[in-house]
């Protein structure tokens, strides 16, 4: 028993390492090749947990090599248009000037029902409101609404304003963040006296967040009040 678990282990561990070597993407992210090797890999890790009599290294290695040819598709796909559509395929649309290509949907076999549910996802419930769509690589609808049925933007109503970033979390759960410190230009004196003045403790701080023009959020662990 113990045997399976140290396995378990360190391919689970293995596994983490090469899923983030793959990159950060969701399974209905993933392009083609991806999914294969995800796929692959998810199989060939199975194997030397379930038969303690397979050597660990049986699975470690197709692990490893499927990941770092994974790394090297996706560096090639990079220098080559054709090595990215070969192993990615390439962007189809189906609906162009408003009108539907039955004969691209055909060609990917997207039906009526995937349009129209793909379509539901975005808040489009009138195909008729559609000007453009492509299907990705990823299988997912993008879509271009009609000059009438989209949104009215700020500059739509030429209103005036500045480009700011978002605020980000400099505490999480009682624990300073560098990175989002760093990117605000936050110091930890700097936290430190601004919690001082609401008298809250760092350690008693669920969220605190914090603008780039230094206005602040902080919601402590108990939720009772908000500063």
């Known amino acids: 028993m113990s045997v399976v678990f140290i396995r378990a282990v360190i391919l689970y561990v293995l596994l983490i390492f090469t899923v983030r070597l793959m990159g950060k993407r969701q399974i209905g992210e993933l392009q083609p090749s991806e999914l294969a090797i995800t796929i692959l890999i998810s199989n060939i890790a199975t194997l030397p947990v379930e038969n303690t009599g397979i050597p660990l290294l049986t699975g470690i290695i197709p692990i490893i090599t499927l990941a770092a ?24 649309i189906i609906i162009n000037g408003g009108q539907i290509d039955r004969k691209a ?26 000007q453009f769509a492509v299907v990705e690589t990823t299988g997912k609808l993008s879509v271009y609404q009609k000059f009438q049925n989209r949104s009215v933007t700020n500059q739509d109503m030429q209103l005036k304003g500045k480009d700011d970033d978002p605020p980000d979390i400099v505490i999480s759960d009682g624990e300073l963040v560098p990175a989002a410190m760093e990117r605000l230009d936050v110091t930890e004196q700097w936290i430190e006296n601004t919690l001082r003045r609401e008298k809250i403790k760092p350690e008693d701080v669920f969220i605190m967040s914090v603008s780039p023009d230094k206005k602040y959020t902080v919601i402590p662990k108990n939720q009772r009040r908000y500063l």
């Open 69 to 92: 040819l994974d790394v090297i598709m996706s560096w090639l796909g990079m220098k080559s248009r054709r090595i990215r559509q070969f192993t990615c395929g390439k962007p189809i």
């Open 105 to 130: 949907m055909k060609s990917i076999r997207f039906t009526v029902d995937d349009l129209s549910a793909s379509l539901r996802e975005q808040g489009i419930f009138d195909i008729s409101e559609v």
